[in-house]
């Protein structure tokens, strides 16, 4: 059963030096994937929602409270923002960048999500559209550059697996 009520507030909030944390997700789904687990980008969808107070778009993301961890956060967003649950992959990277509305700075975290379930009813259903779209067309429509980058990196990932291994592999180690 999913509670049908966003968390509100900011007792909770994490705070990295000043800036406040938030923790995100990049919803996908791919149509097809060969056997070498690489996908084409015209095969990868990625799921935008709208904000809040426009039309927007954006991916799920919201504050990091006290009480979870990054992964939680991410997970909690995404169910609550865009109604999708599925496996949280590891962390694409961290970002700083400054509110547009508030005009303060914050530390965001991206995570991938390969969505596996999607639920007719979620909490933010009544204030937010969600849309599945090309990667191209989700880099035309997004506004926030942070979130173009983590995009990127995803792709990449996704695009290049074995190649991405490698290259942590190689890493020289320093005593």
């Keep these: 059963m999913v509670c049908m009520v966003s ?5 909770l909030q994490r705070y990295n030096s000043g800036r406040r944390l938030v923790v995100g997700c990049i919803p996908y789904r791919y149509k097809n994937k060969n056997d070498e687990g690489a996908v084409n980008d015209l095969d990868l969808e990625v799921l935008v929602i709208s904000s809040q107070k426009g039309q927007e778009m954006m991916f799920p993301k919201g504050g990091w409270e006290l009480d979870e961890s990054a992964e939680d956060a991410a997970n909690r967003e995404s169910l609550e923002e865009a109604g999708v649950r599925g496996k949280l992959e590891s962390e694409l990277g961290e970002w700083k960048f400054k509110s547009r ?41 997004c506004k926030h550059g942070w979130m173009k980058e983590a995009l990127d990196i995803l792709v990449d990932r996704l695009m290049y697996p074995k190649h991405q ?5 190689e890493v020289p180690l320093v005593f």
Excluded at 7 to 11: M, V
Excluded at 165 to 169: E, K, L, N, Y
């Design 7 to 11: 968390r509100t507030g900011r007792h």
């Design 101 to 141: 509305s508030l005009g303060i700075y914050h530390e965001g975290h991206m995570f991938p999500l390969l969505v596996t379930e999607e639920l007719d009813q979620w909490p933010e259903k009544n204030v937010r559209d969600r849309k599945w779209m090309s990667v191209t067309k989700a880099k035309e429509v």
């Design 165 to 169: 291994q490698q290259q942590v592999d």
